[in-house]
């Protein structure tokens, strides 16, 4: 393909074209997952908290008929400027057909964006920031992704590295089959650890869940301050994303740890809802909800998409106690696997308490940086 045109899509029939393009591309794959519409028009929403301190505009790739052939957002995250002074754009969403020029328009089209705002590097995908789903999958191809993880095709890849993008970090997943967990020795570790330095683990209280959620924002952006690439979450943006969640977190997969009365730790596991989004076809409405409730009766695995431990009680047995708690409970849930992710390759001290219980790492997510101009 050689006569590709990208355009900003600022119409509404244009912005639907972007959000529906996956819904075609990937229809019938066996392992992608349609997310639901509504959640990814709630991320490029300019009222979506997060645009308070972020710019983006999304671009579509037509061929000579007229038809949608791939994507993009490029993303300004001041939020992400202001803290770490690095000239780094972003670019998100990206889906494309398997066409190196196809490729090669979306990615000029979010560099040239970019490059008029001042950045020298463009990085991604993160959509639409590292809060967010990030990476290109690199392996695990064969395996279908859990509730709010990526999965992308396996040629995305090689259309970014023959753009000229190289690796700027990777993320792992790992998973965790019930078959497969080592808890004895942790066990043992974690509770005279627990009885060491009086730590005492809860599950989320429903009855004080705007109480629970305000423990989080401090821990939180306490917790991955020192990560690559960390941007602290605002207090709008963790309400709209507790929001978002209270529907269908289960009280016992979201625990926190207290030493002394005082938070210093929590870990937030999600059901897989997957298993039933991959039934559902993007849409709640007119049958999607029945489906839902359907096949969220018996969701057998989980996510721990969020652990995060105050840096001053790392090793004090915290996180190892909140992730036996989410096993734990899991498991008296009939819950048969679970996965921990995204975790950054050079967080070594997460890895290791993981590889610990018996995680296995299964995937690999990709961000790239080019370089603009020059």
């Given amino acids: 393909m050689t006569n590709v045109t990208v355009k900003a899509a600022e119409s509404a029939s244009d912005r639907k074209e972007f959000i529906e393009l996956p819904y075609r591309l990937h229809k019938g794959h066996p392992y992608w997952v349609p997310p639901l519409r509504s959640d990814v028009a709630h991320l490029l929403d300019p009222a979506n908290p997060f645009f308070a301190h972020a710019e983006a505009q999304q671009f579509i790739a037509r061929d000579a008929s007229g038809k949608v052939v791939g994507r993009i957002v490029a993303v300004k995250n001041d939020a992400h400027t202001d803290r770490h002074h690095d000239g780094v754009g972003f670019f998100g969403f990206y889906e494309s057909e398997n066409d190196p020029s196809v490729a090669k328009a979306l990615f000029d089209a979010a560099r040239d964006w970019l490059e008029q705002r001042g950045f020298t590097t463009m990085r991604g995908p993160m959509s639409p920031s590292i809060n967010d789903e990030i990476g290109f999958l690199i392996d695990g191809f064969d395996q279908t992704p859990v509730v709010m993880m990526p999965y992308t095709p396996q040629y995305y890849p090689g259309l970014a590295e023959s753009y000229g993008f190289t690796k700027a970090k990777d993320v792992y997943a790992y998973r965790h089959d019930k078959t497969a967990l080592q808890l004895d020795r942790v066990k043992r570790l974690a509770d005279v650890l627990a009885k060491r330095n009086n730590i005492v683990v809860r599950p989320l209280n429903m009855k004080n869940f705007q109480g629970d959620v ?104 915290v996180a190892e106690l909140l992730y036996l708690a989410i096993v734990k409970n899991g498991l008296a849930r009939g819950m048969v696997y679970g996965e921990s992710g995204w975790i950054l390759e050079d967080n070594y001290l997460m890895r290791q308490a993981i590889e610990k219980m018996g995680g296995q790492r299964y995937k690999t997510y990709r961000v790239y940086d080019k370089p603009i101009g020059g």
């Fill in 214 to 317: 305000d423990k989080v924002k401090d821990l939180y952006n306490a917790a991955w301050e020192a990560n690559w690439g960390a941007v602290q979450i605002t207090e709008e943006e963790l309400a709209d994303v507790a929001k978002q969640l209270k529907p269908v977190v289960l009280p016992d997969l979201v625990q926190f740890a207290e030493m002394d009365g005082q938070t210093v730790g929590f870990s937030l596991a999600l059901p897989d809802l997957n298993v039933a989004l991959k039934h559902m076809g993007g849409r709640l409405f007119p049958f999607g909800f029945l489906k839902l409730l359907w096949y969220q009766r018996n969701i057998p695995g989980l996510r721990v998409w969020a652990l995060g431990v105050h840096p001053e009680h790392r090793r004090s047995g």
